[in-house]
């Protein structure tokens, strides 16, 4: 694989991702909402703040740039950026729920299947071929999932709404061109706060009082949100959805490690199994790219 700063961009911001459940596990004591809430809240702040002071001239360029383009791609670049903003909120809230309430293996196990899930949806949306190999290896995802439904089939149902939010996100945003990729990102938080602010003064836990909560919610915000999903925005722009499927892989098999050694989580014989199966199906999927074999030309 080519190496370029998309690579690089893409593959930074899932190795900076594998490291989120250290800064999200300690607030497991706080409602998943409330997370939600104030890591949603604290990013729109952030980035509108830079949007409006740092980067006026991006902002003013954006701005004409938008006003000059046919209204259907206005209408399209709208739609885009909008239901994008509704898939991160859902995605941030599932994975939150099932990073703190589930386990980490079953945030985990979302993050290895979302880069199948990305594959296929792109198949059928974008178009992107698979090969003979690509669709094998689907086969035996789907395979380890059903292994693992046997006894846990609550934690895979949530897994995999976490990993099918973030595909339709990565595969929506993939046709979302023509804008800045920092201030997209901006509109997409600032609707997803909009979407929550009014469930906030019901569903809200109380404001909390401990200054770690504050910090982390920072550290979640900055590090953990706005560096990597830019990253991931800027990097769609050089690459596939299969590409970053590739690299996508970081991020699960990080939390993974996490989880048995940090964590110290239990796991059985069937899971292991499972998992197994889901990491030799990494290596079918993606076997032309590991093994340097150059892809058949088609005519």
Request: charged share 10%.
């Amino acid at each position: 694989m080519k190496f370029s700063k998309y690579y690089l961009s893409a593959f930074v911001s899932f190795v900076i991702w594998g490291f989120f459940s250290l800064a999200l596990k300690p607030l497991k004591d706080y409602p998943s909402l409330d997370i939600l809430f104030y890591r949603v809240f604290f990013c729109a702040v952030i980035m509108s703040v830079t949007s409006l002071f740092i980067r006026r001239k991006v902002l003013a360029d954006n701005i004409r740039i938008f006003k000059q383009m046919p209204a259907m791609q206005r209408k399209t670049v709208t739609a885009l950026t909008l239901s994008g903003g509704v898939l991160l909120t859902a995605n941030w809230f599932f994975f939150i729920y099932v990073m703190n309430h589930i386990s980490v293996k079953a945030a985990s196990f979302a993050y290895l299947v979302c880069p199948i899930m990305t594959t296929v949806i792109a198949f059928f949306v974008l178009n992107e071929k698979l090969s003979k190999w690509q669709w094998t290896a689907v086969s035996m995802s789907v395979a380890s999932c059903i292994l693992l439904s046997f006894n846990n089939i609550a934690d895979i149902a949530y897994s995999l709404i976490v990993a099918a939010s973030y595909a339709f996100y990565l595969v929506s945003q993939r046709k979302n061109t023509g804008m800045d990729k920092f201030l997209v990102l901006t509109v997409q938080i600032l609707f997803s706060a909009l979407i929550l602010l009014p469930f906030y003064p019901v569903y809200s836990a109380g404001i909390p009082t401990e200054f770690s909560f504050y910090a982390l919610i920072a550290v979640i915000a900055v590090v953990f949100t706005i560096i990597p999903l830019y990253m991931n925005l800027y990097a769609l722009q050089g690459v596939t959805s299969s590409t970053m499927g590739i690299l996508l892989y970081i991020n699960p098999l990080m939390n993974f490690v996490t989880a048995l050694f940090y964590f110290h989580e239990p796991i059985n014989f069937i899971q292991i199994v499972a998992y197994s199966i889901i990491l030799i199906s990494i290596v079918v999927f993606n076997e032309r790219f590991i093994f340097g074999r150059k892809r058949a030309v088609l005519v």
